[in-house]
């Protein structure tokens, strides 16, 4: 049981370059989420599935895509990456572990973009 | 808009010693509140959590506490070792899973 995995764990951009982060989980969770995490500030989130076959926006969604492959896999797309991308992205999924929906994060993505 | 704080960005204790991280939150229709480890380079680790019908939650050596009144969340964390070192985030939701709101952590610092 790996939980969740992202990938690439690292990655350079120049700007104006896409790309797509990977997210999947084992755990047969519904809702799975991702977030991006810049210094001295709180996770934020960018978008969330509450299921397969839905997306919809979180706080900060604006250059960024999402697709929910399936119930597994949730995929993070930037079309045209810009500087203000550069950040930590968690992808995180969410189900009831003792009667608690708890959201369970992945190692993470640290990209740059210069 | 509604926002989850810390009050100290560093805190640093000796090995042994008990450690309490302190968060203030703003949406007073939060009814879920959790909080989160992470080491570096890491993702965010569960540590504890607790609804807005309770007061007080324990775990293995931690407990969480939250006064509502003042809209105030603590975490107590006894013994605190030098594996505890990481970043500590309190984050709330009144609207759902789907929407948790993330203060912008403490740095916990455990000398031996």
């Known amino acids: 049981n790996a939980g969740v995995t992202q990938t690439p764990k690292f990655q350079v951009l120049k700007t104006g370059q896409s790309m797509t982060l990977q997210c999947a989980q084992d755990?047969?969770?519904?809702?799975m989420y991702w977030y991006r995490q810049d210094p001295g500030m709180g996770l934020r989130l960018i978008y969330y599935?509450?299921?397969?076959?839905?997306?919809d926006k979180g706080e900060v969604p604006n250059g960024y895509n999402v697709s929910r492959l399936n119930k597994r896999e949730f995929s993070l797309r930037l079309e045209s990456a810009a500087p203000s991308q550069t950040s930590v992205y968690f992808c995180?999924?969410?189900?009831?572990?003792?009667?608690?929906?708890?959201?369970?994060f992945g190692p993470g993505t640290r990209l740059t973009v210069l | 808009g509604e926002s989850v704080g810390l009050h100290l960005p560093t805190l640093s204790v000796q090995e042994g010693d008990n450690s309490i991280i302190n968060c203030a939150y703003s949406?007073?229709?939060?009814?879920?509140f959790i909080w989160y480890k992470q080491e570096s380079g890491k993702g965010p680790q569960f540590i504890i959590d607790?609804?807005?019908?309770?007061d007080k939650r324990q775990g293995q050596r931690v407990t969480v506490l939250l006064n509502k009144t003042v809209k105030h969340l603590s975490l107590q964390i006894a013994a605190t070792q030098p594996g505890d070192s990481a970043v500590y985030f309190c984050?709330?939701?009144?609207?759902?899973?789907?929407?948790?709101?993330f203060g912008t952590g403490t740095r916990l610092l455990v000398s031996p």
């Open positions: 995180a999924s969410s189900g009831s572990v003792g009667g608690t929906d708890t959201q369970y």
């Open positions: 755990m047969n969770h519904n809702s």
């Open positions: 599935s509450a299921s397969e076959g839905t997306t």
């Open positions: 949406n007073s229709a939060s009814d879920y």
């Open positions: 607790i609804r807005s019908n309770m």
């Open positions: 984050a709330e939701t009144g609207t759902g899973f789907q929407k948790l709101v």
